[in-house]
């Protein structure tokens, strides 16, 4: 049995981020670096526990938030927070662990049991860059929100933050699921007369095949915006759940499209799309 769900960003992109103390942005790291579309422009939180706040203008829907490129332990903890007015009357929270069932690549031994386990805060050296894919209980409706991080103390940094409304299809779909890390080309350089080698910018690269998608979800439904969306070469978060009688295995990939998304007919109200993620490292 197997699913695949994807989050990207409809609403933060144009969300308002309210303004953080200077105590919690390291100089040159600052709250705002989670809206480049830039992973290693990230915001540096200096602390282990801060409340962020998030006007996204009008009421929207909310029903998963992503972490991307973060160094958060797996002892931290998420809350959502809604209000119905400018963070001051509640109305719904939920608190979720950062670190799963794990969650991207090299984390857990693949070719072994697949992308699980759950890495402790001595690992993080061997994983410097976790994502994780926190689906609600309940869709949220909602313009105020704040995100409180709790990192147990210690202080972490975000490469970017996502959230949105979960794309899960109910459709067929098949993939590749031996991500290969792609060497860029080597260009030998030399300086004050020491040559030494530039490599180029390196990626895992991962193939997914969306297939008997209907019209309506090809060509004009939340498919259509979520291609048109990837299309233009901007962040999404992509998780693949595998389950077996044992165990389940969640692989959650950050990246970008490597080519354009554009649904292929296959039949009568059939559509196949074939998506290529790379993720840089």
């Known amino acids: 049995m197997s699913n695949v769900r994807f989050l990207y960003n409809t609403l933060f992109d144009d969300a ?10 390291v ?4 709250v705002t670096n989670l809206q480049t579309g830039i992973l290693s422009e990230a915001w540096k939180c200096p602390v282990g526990s801060v409340q962020l706040r998030v006007d996204l203008q009008e009421s929207q829907a909310i029903s998963a938030i992503g972490l991307a490129a973060h160094s958060l332990t797996a002892a931290s903890l998420v809350t959502l927070r809604s209000y119905s007015d400018a963070w001051q009357t509640e109305v719904f929270s939920q608190t979720m662990e950062v670190v799963g069932p794990l969650l991207g690549w ?15 805060p001595g690992d993080q050296l061997l994983y410097p860059r976790v994502t994780s894919l926190l689906p609600l209980s309940s869709t949220v409706g909602a313009r105020y929100v704040a995100l409180d ?3 147990g103390g210690d ?4 490469g970017a933050l996502f959230m949105g409304d979960l794309l899960a299809p109910g459709i067929n779909f098949s993939f590749g699921n031996d991500l290969r890390l792609t060497d860029g080309s080597h260009d030998d350089q030399s300086l004050g007369g020491v040559v030494f080698t530039d490599e180029g910018e390196q990626y895992h690269e991962f193939s997914l095949t969306l297939e008997k998608l209907s019209e ?8 259509w915006r979520f291609f048109h969306y990837v299309g233009k070469r901007r962040l999404f978060i992509a ?3 595998d389950k077996t009688l044992k165990h389940e ?3 959650t990939l950050v990246g970008k499209m490597a080519k354009d998304p554009w649904p292929k007919q296959t039949g009568p109200d059939k559509y196949r799309v074939d998506l290529s993620i790379r993720e840089m490292i």
């Open 16 to 25: 308002v981020l309210a303004t953080v103390p200077a105590s919690q942005e």
């Open 27 to 30: 100089a040159g790291w600052p």
């Open 106 to 120: 090299l984390e857990g031994g693949w070719l072994e049991s697949g992308w699980l386990g759950y890495p402790l």
């Open 149 to 151: 991080f709790d990192n």
């Open 155 to 158: 202080p972490f940094y975000l």
């Open 216 to 223: 309506a979800e090809a060509v004009g439904g939340s498919f």
């Open 239 to 241: 998780q693949l759940m």
């Open 249 to 251: 295995r969640l692989t």
